[in-house]
């Protein structure tokens, strides 16, 4: 029987995935607001510190590019806030 190691930052992976299911929640009860938006941003951010931690392509690339996608729409929901 083998055991496997646990790989380091799992509070930090697991803050992230609670972030990524709270989000996803806000998203399904309140659809026409931004919350789930922020939240899926925060999510995103995260897991692709995690995905450099852990040196896992994958996850850099997929959730690098989320990151980017969110952080057009958390923009432009700044500049219409501020630019009423």
């Not at 930090?12 to 709270?22: C, D, I, P, R, S």
């Not at 309140?30 to 938006?37: D, H, K, Q, T």
């Not at 729409?73 to 500049?79: C, F, N, R």
């Amino acid at each position: 029987m083998t055991t496997q190691a646990s790989k380091p930052y799992q509070p930090l992976a697991w803050a992230g995935t609670t972030v990524l299911l709270t989000a996803a929640m806000l998203i399904s009860t309140f659809p026409n607001e931004m919350y789930g938006v922020y939240g899926f941003f925060f999510a995103s951010v995260i897991w692709t510190s995690v995905g450099i931690l852990w040196k896992e392509k994958s996850l850099i690339v997929l959730n690098g590019v989320l990151s980017l996608i969110y952080i057009y729409g958390v923009t432009k929901h700044l500049i219409s806030i501020f630019t009423v």
